[in-house]
C-alpha cells in the first residue's frame, strides 16, 4: 500500500479543488455558488450550494473510467429512472449539453459530473431491528434493478462497464488491489484464506454466468450509497456500477458488517423483500455464502490498496474478524 504524506493529499485536494471550481462554471446557473467537500475516498464528492439550491459535482478519480464509460453510467441512470420508480441522484446537463465535463491539469484529464441533491440518511449497522426491515426494501430495490436488466439484457449486453467477476476481484487482475496484499495479512492467513479463494473460485465456475444470473448491477449498494427519508430508500453512486452476478449486489450490501452477528435476519428479510419481485432458485439462495466471502475479501484488498478515511478505520482489524467467516465457510463448501 502506497501510504500518502501530508503534503501529497493536500497537493491532492487542492487539484480536486481547482477542478470542482472549473467544473461548476460550465453550469450558468451556479455562479458564485459555494462550494464544500464532502467526501474524499475513491472520487472527491462536493456539495454545491446557491443560495436554498442544492447539488452534487463529483469529481471522478483520473485513470480509472473512461469518458464513455461514465457516459455508459449516466445513461442507465437516466433510463433506471425512467423505467423503474427506483428514486436516484439525476445527472444535470451543462450548459454544453453534456453530462461529464473534461478539466485538464498537469497532463492529467478529470472528469466531472452534477447531480441532483437527494435528502435522506444512510442506514444505522447498529439498529438491527431498522435495519432488518430496510433490508427488505434494498431486496425489492435490487430484484427491480435486476428484473429490468434480464428482461433488456440484449440491450445492455455489450454497454461499455466495467467487468466485476473472480479474475477482477480475487483473480490475477483484481481492480481493487490483492486480497494477499491487505492489512494484517501473515503466510499463515494468506494460506487459509487462498483456500477460500480457490474454493469461491470453483463454485462461481459451476455457478456460471447466464443472462438469468450475470448482467449489468449497480455493484456497490453499501449502506453509505443508499439513503432513508421516512419510508423510502434512495440509491446514489453508481461509479461502479457493471457486469456482474446478480447476487453480488446482495454482497455488496452487506459490505463491512458481513461478521456481525444480525447478517442472518439481514439476508431472510432481502430475500423477502426480492423474492416478492423476482423468484430465485434454491441453488441461488444456496450461492450466498460465497458472494458474501467474495465481497468480504474484496473488501480486503480494497483496504489494503488505499490510505483514506476510511480504509484506516478498518485497518488490520477488518482482515482479522474475517477469520472466524472464511472458517465457517471452507467447513461447509471447501468439499
Same mark, same amino acid.
Given at each position: ?9 493536500? $497537493? ?12 461548476? %462554471? ?27 439550491? %442544492? ?54 484529464? #478529470?472528469?466531472?459530473? @452534477? ?11 447498529? %439498529? ?12 425489492? /430495490? ?13 440491450? #445492455? ?12 476481484? @480475487? ?6 488491489? +490483492? ?9 499463515? $492467513? *494468506? ?19 447466464? !443472462?438469468? +444470473? ?7 449498494? $453499501? ?33 463491512? *458488517?458481513?461478521? !456481525? ?15 416478492? *419481485? ?33 480504509? $484506516? ?6 482482515? /482479522? ?5 472464511? @472458517?465457517?465457510?471452507?467447513? %461447509?463448501?471447501?468439499?
Amino acid at each position: 500500500m502506497e501510504q500518502m504524506n501530508n503534503s501529497t493529499l493536500d $497537493r491532492n485536494l487542492q487539484i480536486f479543488h481547482d477542478v470542482a471550481k472549473k467544473s461548476t %462554471k460550465r453550469y450558468h446557473f451556479l455562479n458564485n455558488a459555494q462550494i464544500k467537500m464532502l467526501d474524499y475516498s475513491e472520487n472527491a464528492t462536493y456539495l454545491i450550494q446557491k443560495e436554498h439550491e %442544492k447539488y452534487i459535482l463529483r469529481v471522478n478519480r483520473p485513470n480509472y473510467h473512461r469518458k464513455e464509460e461514465i457516459e455508459a453510467e449516466i445513461n442507465w441512470l437516466l433510463t433506471l429512472h425512467d423505467e423503474s420508480e427506483i428514486e436516484v441522484s439525476l445527472p444535470i446537463k451543462a450548459d454544453d449539453a453534456t453530462f461529464v465535463n473534461a478539466v485538464e491539469i498537469d497532463g492529467t484529464t #478529470y472528469y466531472s459530473s @452534477l447531480f441532483t441533491f437527494v435528502n435522506g440518511k444512510a442506514p444505522d449497522e447498529n %439498529k438491527e431491528e431498522d435495519l432488518v426491515k430496510q433490508f427488505e426494501m434494498i431486496g425489492k /430495490i435490487s430484484a427491480t434493478f435486476h428484473k429490468y436488466m434480464i428482461d433488456n439484457h440484449e440491450k #445492455y449486453k455489450n454497454y461499455k462497464r466495467m467487468t466485476w467477476d473472480y479474475e477482477t476481484i @480475487l483473480g490475477e487482475n483484481p481492480k481493487w488491489g +490483492r486480497w494477499q496484499d491487505g492489512r494484517g495479512m501473515t503466510p499463515e $492467513r *494468506i494460506a487459509l484464506y487462498n483456500r477460500a479463494s480457490n474454493t469461491i473460485k470453483r463454485k462461481l465456475e459451476q455457478f456460471g454466468k447466464d !443472462k438469468t +444470473r450475470f448482467g449489468l448491477i449497480h455493484s456497490d449498494l $453499501r449502506l453509505a450509497n443508499l439513503l432513508i427519508d421516512g419510508k423510502k430508500i434512495r440509491v446514489i453512486d453508481f461509479d461502479d456500477c457493471g457486469f456482474s452476478w446478480y447476487l453480488h449486489d446482495l454482497g455488496s450490501s452487506l459490505s463491512f *458488517i458481513e461478521h !456481525k452477528p444480525y447478517v442472518n435476519n439481514l439476508v431472510q428479510s432481502w430475500l423477502t423483500g426480492y423474492t416478492s *419481485i423476482r423468484s430465485l432458485t434454491q441453488e441461488e439462495i444456496e450461492m450466498i455464502p460465497t458472494f458474501i466471502l467474495m465481497r468480504r475479501l474484496q473488501l480486503i484488498s480494497w483496504i489494503g490498496s488505499r490510505d483514506n478515511d476510511t480504509s $484506516r478505520y478498518y485497518g488490520e482489524d477488518y482482515t /482479522i474478524q474475517s477469520d472466524s467467516l472464511v @472458517l465457517d465457510y471452507l467447513a %461447509k463448501f471447501e468439499n
